[in-house]
């Protein structure tokens, strides 16, 4: 079974405009960490932002937010006032205490249009 | 801090050829990832070492593959010999150990003819 799951293989926002990016995930481990990365058309792959499982408040950085839904299992990544440069591939990861590699996502690639 | 540095960037090789892909993570990280990215199967762990030892080694291909960490700063990925269907982007990447995030490296890539 796949541990993390993005749904949305392409997604399209308007500049200025908030998008949510969907993951869920799975694990029986209860302590664990949730990451977004973006891989833009250049290729590196950026980190963006972490969840810890144990973390009371949705994690925040920047235009960047975690909705941190622990019942549901699922870390979607917000953006807010997108910008022509958010257009990125975009992968959620985890990793867990008991299996501390971080496994990734198919990825959602996010197009931003003027 | 550098980041985690990768070399080459750019690797081109003829099929049979041995290739040696090199990391150097991040100071003070103890964990490091090796990961190769295809746009047929996306983003694949190769191995993860802690404290420079392997792991999990479970993803690396076949025999082809070895990795290497002789110490806490430095990793090698060598493909030997080469296949055409090793052409990808090889991702090294470093963290603290525990479930903290991960930096990448730029990354190699790496194509066989």
């Known amino acids: 079974a796949q541990k993390i799951t993005q749904t949305q293989p392409g997604m399209f926002v308007q500049e200025k405009e908030a998008v949510t990016l969907d993951c869920t995930y799975d694990t029986s481990d209860p302590s664990y960490g949730l990451f977004w990365y973006k891989q833009p058309s250049s290729g590196e792959m950026i980190f963006l932002i972490y969840q810890g499982s144990y973390d009371q408040q949705n994690a925040t950085e920047g235009r960047y937010s975690l909705n941190f839904q622990k019942a549901r299992k699922s870390a979607n990544l917000v953006i807010s006032a997108s910008q022509l440069g958010d257009s990125a591939m975009y992968f959620c990861a985890m990793r867990e205490v008991g299996y501390s590699t971080l496994t990734f996502g198919k990825g959602t690639m996010l197009l931003v249009s003027p | 801090d550098a980041g985690v540095i990768q070399s080459p960037r750019h690797e081109v090789t003829e099929m049979g050829q041995e290739v040696t892909l090199r990391c150097k993570p991040i100071?003070?990280?103890?964990?490091l990832f090796w990961y190769r990215q295809t746009m047929m199967r996306g983003l694949e762990l190769l191995i993860y070492f802690n404290n420079n030892v392997p792991i999990d080694d479970s993803g690396m291909p076949e025999d082809r593959f070895s990795a290497k960490m002789p110490n806490a700063s430095f990793s090698t990925l060598k493909i030997q010999p080469s296949e055409p269907r090793d052409s990808a982007v090889y991702f090294c990447?470093?963290?603290?150990?525990?479930?903290?995030?991960?930096?990448f490296g730029q990354g190699t890539r790496l194509t066989v003819v």
């Open positions: 990447a470093s963290s603290r150990v525990g479930y903290t995030e991960a930096f």
């Open positions: 100071s003070g990280h103890n964990s």
